[in-house]
């Protein structure tokens, strides 16, 4: 490390190291400074930017009391509201005055240690990624149900979005030349700006450096419900992006494209199921309500995905009847195959991990048996 920072200190730049805040009274000050301990012995010129979202706890007005008694400069910049990860770090870089910008947490899960290694790198990269996938990185401290959440969103992004050869696409602590960015229009939505850039940014050069990453150990996780829906918009958004500025139309892209659709369609039918059930249970016992929901949502499923996800515009009767025969086969076998899994993993895991690897495997089952079987379709189109 001694050699890298000696490297470091012969050229002079300014650093901008950017860290968004909510409710981290208790960790920003220390987190401050041993960013500042980590780049002593450098000649760097640096400013650290805390972008708070008017933190209950004072978090905000906490840097700004002991911005006034060092001799390096420390700016925050406070927000009205709790406004998202991704446009926290997007406002943080429109003050930003370095040539190279850093976005780590503030949480402790992000070394200040690694910085100067990730600024030597820099040098010869556009964009830095301090990974917890690549050989030698790896996480300390997420339960399991964590870990199996990170991985899946690790997954969704490379599937959908074909990123290839990154393996921590998701990361939340990187650094990147700011002229990289400075033609590039971000949508801010959710809590992965990295995401953003790695599909906006074209011909950057990529370099991951592994590090650990340890859970917080004060503080409570920013992992929620919404925080989870607005990563969908946004690889959804990005998704969209992505076929808007492409020029062929690729085999994965039309497979995706009627996976998404599958899926969103699936999801309206459990709002056909629960609406029908409630109605119907006023008149009726609630087996009966609930046995109508389920034919009713498995009907309107197999009608919109006939028409929307398969464009299938043959409706002659023994056709029509002869798929509806094979969907109702393969919703019951998906049912069967989500049940015998669930049951399987529940004396290794929770239920709501058992439930969400079984839901999972047998909507793709699910998928896949309609798309090749009931429509006649290739697999991979």
Request: net charge positive; glycine share 6%; no cysteine.
């Amino acid at each position: 490390m001694h050699s890298q920072i000696e490297e470091l200190s012969s050229i002079k730049r300014k650093l901008s190291i950017i860290i968004p805040t909510y409710n981290e009274s208790d960790n920003i000050i220390k987190l401050i400074e041993e960013i500042n301990s980590s780049l002593l012995t450098n000649n760097i010129e640096r400013e650290i930017i805390v972008v708070d979202d008017n933190s209950p706890d004072g978090t905000g007005f906490i840097v700004d009391e002991y911005a006034k008694r060092v001799n390096y400069t420390i700016r925050v910049l406070h927000r009205k509201g709790k406004n998202g990860l991704a446009s926290a770090i997007i406002d943080g870089i429109s003050i930003a005055e370095g040539e190279n910008i850093l976005v780590m947490d503030a949480d402790f899960s992000h070394p200040p240690s690694l910085i100067p290694l990730m600024l030597k790198e820099l040098e010869h990269n556009d964009l830095v990624i301090a990974s917890r996938y690549v050989n030698g990185g790896r996480i300390v401290g997420w339960p399991l149900k964590r870990k199996l959440l990170s991985n899946l969103a690790k997954k969704i992004a490379e599937l959908i979005l074909k990123i290839d050869g990154i393996k921590d696409p998701l990361s939340g602590f990187f650094g990147f030349k700011k002229s990289i960015i400075s033609m590039t229009k971000f949508d801010g939505l959710g809590y992965k700006l990295l995401l953003e850039i790695i599909i906006k940014v074209h011909n950057a050069s990529i370099k991951e450096i592994p590090y650990t990453f340890t859970n917080r150990k004060s503080g409570a996780s920013k992992l929620d419900i919404t925080t989870i829906m607005d990563y969908l918009r946004s690889i959804w958004r990005l998704y969209r992006y992505g076929r808007k500025n492409s020029n062929e139309r690729r085999g994965s892209v039309l497979f995706l494209s009627k996976a998404s659709r599958f899926y969103t369609i699936g999801f309206s039918g459990l709002f056909v199921n629960y609406g029908l059930s409630m109605i119907l249970a006023s008149f009726i016992d609630h087996n009966s309500a609930m046995l109508a929901g389920i034919s009713a949502s498995i009907t309107s499923n197999f009608i919109l995905n006939k028409l929307w996800t398969f464009e299938d515009k043959n409706f002659g009767i023994k056709r029509i009847l002869k798929q509806y025969g094979l969907y109702l086969l393969f919703s019951s076998v998906g049912a069967f195959i989500q049940f015998m899994i669930t049951n399987l993993l529940m004396d290794r895991v929770e239920y709501e991990i058992a439930l969400l690897i079984s839901v999972g495997l047998a909507s793709i089952g699910n998928f896949l048996f309609n798309k090749k079987f009931t429509f006649k379709e290739r697999l991979w189109s």
